[in-house]
């Protein structure tokens, strides 16, 4: 029987699964719905990672089958968050000296580089997370959307967003990036007061964060660059910090890797490397998260 190793990027939208052979070939790819206990409580998380082993397991590879695990779990931040998923992984039925549970944010740097370095994800929210030689890892950012996650699609759009409320206030310059979210915040058409009720009433994280579209794909548009550069000013201050957290610790030979919706953005992409590139070489990670995990389980033998 040929030893398997499994990989899994456990997220709030959607997880992804991954076995390779150990050779580095890839015999397995699974997608299924989120598994993150935070976004989705207990019961669905639990019910979505079941069904995926369970369709893992239709294609010949049993949880006993596998060498070892590794799963990166969104909102895996305390010891309490890893009992909790440790607790649903053993009753999937992994054994817990073969699985290692870490936060989703590692698995991109370990798919695209090897240690020391610096993952910067930006997506709906934002992390930097750096991982030493020895594979240890510590964090800037990704605590909440409101206050933290600088550089984030969500921090972008109330930008944006903000912009638009003091122009219907009648405290800005018009501009035609105001046009793209006029039609977003009302399809149909309305007036000044529609839009600011409709405005007022955006609560949800990823609603609001969907109105950074507009920031990225607005190429030309003067308003959209100061926002997308200040964006980018953020992650490279947080990746610049970990830099030097690493260095102190005498890490060398260190690198940046890009990850997450954002950086899909060509416009937003080279701004970014224009300014870490700066800091330490660069590489945009282009593949699964979720093979990151499959190389760390390779790693652990």
């Not at 992984?89 to 936060?103: D, S």
């Not at 993952?119 to 890892?137: F, K, L, P």
């Not at 899909?264 to 224009?274: I, N, V």
Request: charged share 25%; proline share 3%; hydrophobic share 40%.
């Amino acid at each position: 029987m040929s030893k398997f190793y499994l990989g899994v990027d456990g997220g709030g939208s959607k997880t992804e699964l991954c076995v390779s052979d150990g050779n580095g070939k890839t015999v397995l790819t699974l997608n299924g719905g989120p598994t993150s206990f935070k976004s989705v409580g207990n019961a669905a998380a639990f019910a979505n990672m079941r069904e995926l082993v369970r369709q893992m397991e239709r294609s010949g590879i049993r949880a006993e089958h596998i060498q070892r695990s590794v799963w990166g779990m969104s909102g895996c931040d305390t010891p309490g968050d890893r009992v909790v998923y440790e607790a649903m992984i053993q009753q999937a039925g992994f054994l817990a000296e073969k699985t290692r549970v870490v936060n989703d944010a590692l698995l991109p740097f370990w798919a695209a580089a090897d240690v020391p370095g610096v993952v910067v994800i930006a997506g709906t929210g934002s992390i930097v997370v750096g991982i030493d030689s020895q594979g240890d890892a510590q964090r800037i950012g990704g605590w909440n959307y409101s206050f933290s996650d600088l550089g984030s699609g969500y921090w972008m759009s109330c930008r944006l967003l903000r912009e638009m409320t003091l122009w219907l206030d009648g405290c800005r310059e018009d501009c035609f990036t105001f046009r793209a979210v006029e039609k977003k915040l009302l399809p149909q058409g309305g007036g000044r007061e529609e839009m600011l009720y409709r405005l007022s009433n955006l609560t949800k994280g990823d609603e609001i964060a969907s109105y950074a579209s507009i920031v990225l794909e607005t190429a030309e548009s003067p308003l959209c660059k100061k926002l997308r550069q200040s964006a980018v000013d953020s992650l490279t201050l947080y990746a610049g910090r970990m830099l030097e957290n690493l260095r102190e610790k005498g890490e060398k030979d260190l690198k940046i890797v890009l990850s997450g919706g954002l950086f899909k953005s060509d416009c937003f992409r080279a701004q970014a490397l224009e300014a870490m590139e700066k800091l330490a070489p660069v590489v945009v990670n282009t593949v699964s998260p979720a093979l990151g995990g499959v190389r760390i389980a390779e790693k652990l033998g």
